[in-house]
């Protein structure tokens, strides 16, 4: 009707649970319409492989239909939604009507280079939500390597009772390459341990302290940050200035008893140098959530190196 405001067609391409989408519909029930994709569709943007082209090519045209209608799109990007709207042009071939993106992850890397985005379109994110679960598995598989678990679990499975000296966490020192929200929580958790922190903020310019960090550094000091760290912690975003951060040149700046961990993005790390690092014997070991290709392919040397722990991705993940 005349004067009447138009709809706004909000798509959620994850499963909220049911009593959220409710309050999301509930701030204007008169103007608000929520499409909330169908477990096949969101089986399909987390990889999931169909046995027949056509079962694929159905659920595609499916997604096709709902970012159509989308004024509004909330949920993550991935790369099997690029790839299901490949061929398909920009964003605005897909989703004409798109003007917001609201992404459930801390980076927005994998949308603004999709090559599908254009002007206009406004892209946030959630930085900081994910802070308290992936500073949780950082302290976990620290304590995994300060413990010998990849070890003992590899026993395990052979029935090999191996007796071994673990380590104790408490008086290493971490090195948090990148201290924003999540590497502030993993600062807090490991000085709750007894470790000493180093770590780079891109806003530092002079060596500092504060009270996460017993030394603050610029992103140009990262040698010095790795020739002194235990454990080497990833956290900054994916940017043009991050992506092959840690090469050949870092790794061999890094203690022979050192661990990596990444909880970033797979491109920050040099993935062939890191290989051949780990079976040099250049580094201890590494714990990786991300890599440069995802899924890891099988055929990766990294699944079956002892001093290899190796997650698919679920660091920032919680069970609600």
């Known amino acids: 009707m005349p004067g009447h405001p138009p709809t706004l067609h909000i798509l959620i391409t994850f499963a909220l649970e049911p009593a959220l989408v409710e309050r999301i519909r509930a701030v204007d029930p008169e103007r608000i319409e929520v499409d909330v994709l169908g477990r096949d569709q969101r089986q399909l943007l987390r990889g999931f492989r169909y046995p027949s082209e056509r079962e694929r090519a159905a659920v595609a045209a499916g997604l096709q239909g709902a970012f159509s209608r989308a004024d509004v799109v909330f949920g993550f990007w991935g790369a099997e939604l690029h790839e299901a709207f490949t061929g398909l042009g920009s964003i605005a071939e897909v989703a004409p009507r798109l003007k917001w993106v ?62 071994y000296m673990p380590r104790e966490l408490r008086g290493a020192t971490v090195g948090v390459v990148g201290m924003g929200h999540i590497g502030e929580e993993v600062a807090r958790l490991s000085k709750a341990f007894g470790c000493r922190v180093v770590a780079t903020r891109r806003s530092v310019t002079q060596p500092a302290t504060d009270g996460l960090a017993d030394e603050l550094l610029p992103p140009s000091a990262l040698h010095r940050l790795l020739a002194q760290s235990d454990y080497v912690v990833l956290a900054v975003p994916l940017t043009g200035e991050t992506r092959g951060l840690i090469g050949e040149a870092e790794l061999r700046a890094m203690k022979p008893s050192a661990v990596l961990v990444n909880i970033a993005r797979g491109p920050v790390v040099d993935e062939p140098a890191l290989i051949a690092a780990l079976r040099e014997g250049r580094i201890a070991g590494a714990a990786l959530d991300v890599f440069e290709r995802e899924p890891l392919s099988a055929d990766s040397a990294l699944w079956d190196m002892d001093n290899v722990v190796v997650s698919p991705h679920i660091s920032g993940g919680t069970e609600i």
């Open 102 to 163: 609201q992404l459930t992850s801390a980076g927005a890397d994998r949308l603004l280079n999709s090559g599908m985005i254009e002007g206009g379109i406004v892209v946030t994110t959630v930085s900081g939500l994910h802070a308290t679960p992936i500073g949780e598995y950082v302290l976990c598989v620290m304590l995994m390597f300060a413990k010998g678990a990849p070890g003992f679990l590899r026993a395990q499975a052979r029935h090999e009772w191996l007796r």
